[in-house]
């Protein structure tokens, strides 16, 4: 409440004309708080509940969710990242605009010199032949990362020897001290398997240094467990890969089938250890493949582009913003 209180305040003493918040609890109050009513009030709900605090799949997905409706309706319009979240929102009083997911296409399409993607490489003791697969992400066990490293263990042992797995995250930064044991589990995971030296773990990086790996890697991994309301939620990352040239394998889950097709836009695999095995596998493959691969990263590109960040400002936020003023 403190929080809320001393951010009230700061509101009072700015007076603008439109506060833009990005949802999270008791996000309903502020408005209550501010005694100037002058400004226009727009809540950004970017997610579902996914996530326990203790980094298990959310069991009450339904009720946090009516909580959030609750707080919505005190806001004079409301922004939703996609149609669920939009139905979560209904019925409303507000007005829901929809915004998409988003990057930042300068930073993930910077062209990098070779010289200096090896550099980058030799820090990670990777070779110019070596072919690297990205993870990018959380490493909550409710992402079920481990079962990624398996399924990348079954890709080593079917003969693609010279390939190496980038594990780029840690866990949320209210979490962090969980982060140690989350990642010491993980490597022994990688000793189990017999592949510890195949696999590189950054930890938790800022957005940028993490952005600037993606730059050394060959193919994108995201995986989202089927059942959770993992599979309803659009994962940044896929767009990032798709949107820095990197070949994306993703299973066939709701919220990435929507973006990859499978063999157009990047390679669209099972749910099951195995079948991930094999959707590395094949993008490995398409590697092998320079035109198959450029073919498919520029189709990739064409059907994301319009998710840069800037696009998103321009056609979906000021319009809104100019509606909500008048």
Same mark, same amino acid.
């Given at each position: 409440?403190?929080? #809320?209180t001393q951010l009230a305040a700061k509101l009072e003493e700015a007076n603008p004309d439109i506060v833009h918040v990005f949802h999270f609890r008791w996000a309903g109050l502020l408005p209550l708080l501010v005694r100037k009513r002058k400004a226009k009030w727009i809540l950004d709900v970017r997610?579902?509940?996914?996530?326990? =605090?203790? #980094?298990?799949?959310?069991?009450? /997905? #339904?009720?946090k969710t009516r909580l959030t409706w609750m707080e919505s309706q005190l806001y004079d319009h409301i922004f939703a990242l996609t149609p669920t979240i939009k139905k979560y929102l209904e019925p409303s009083i507000r007005p829901i605009s929809l915004v998409p997911l988003?990057?930042?296409a300068s930073r993930l399409r910077k062209r990098v010199t070779p010289e200096e993607r090896q550099r980058r490489r030799n820090e990670l003791g990777l070779s110019e032949e070596a072919k690297v697969l990205l993870y990018s992400g959380s490493l909550s066990p409710s992402r079920r990362v481990d079962l990624l490293i398996r399924a990348f263990a079954e890709v080593v042992k079917n003969g693609f020897?010279?390939?190496? +797995? #980038? *594990? /780029?995250?840690?866990?949320?930064?209210?979490?962090s001290d969980k982060e140690i044991p989350i990642i010491t589990d993980l490597k022994?995971?990688?000793?189990?398997?017999? *592949?510890?030296?195949?696999?590189h773990f950054t930890g938790w990086l800022?957005?940028? &240094? $993490?952005?600037?790996?993606?730059?050394?890697?060959? /193919?994108?991994v995201v995986f989202l467990p089927k059942g959770t309301p993992y599979e309803l &939620?659009?994962?940044?990352k896929l767009i990032e890969y798709m949107m820095a040239g990197l070949l994306a394998v993703g299973n066939d889950v709701f919220a990435i089938s929507q973006y990859i097709e499978d063999g157009n836009t990047g390679v669209l695999c099972g749910n099951s250890l195995d079948e991930l095995a094999n959707g590395m596998a094949r993008a490995l493959q398409i590697t092998e493949h320079p035109e198959w +691969?450029? =073919? *498919? =990263?520029?189709? $990739?590109? $064409? &059907? /994301?582009?319009?998710?840069?960040?800037?696009?998103i400002v321009k056609n979906y936020v000021l319009p809104t913003y100019l509606q909500v003023l008048r």
């Open positions: 409440m403190q929080f #809320l997610t579902i509940h996914v996530e326990n =605090k203790r #980094l298990q799949p959310e069991r009450h /997905v #339904l009720f988003g990057a930042s020897s010279n390939t190496f +797995l #980038l *594990i /780029v995250g840690g866990v949320r930064s209210t979490d022994n995971l990688c000793i189990e398997l017999g *592949i510890r030296d195949r696999v800022p957005y940028t &240094q $993490a952005l600037e790996l993606y730059h050394l890697a060959d /193919v994108g &939620q659009p994962p940044t +691969l450029e =073919k *498919i =990263k520029r189709t $990739a590109y $064409a &059907q /994301v582009q319009e998710f840069d960040w800037g696009n």
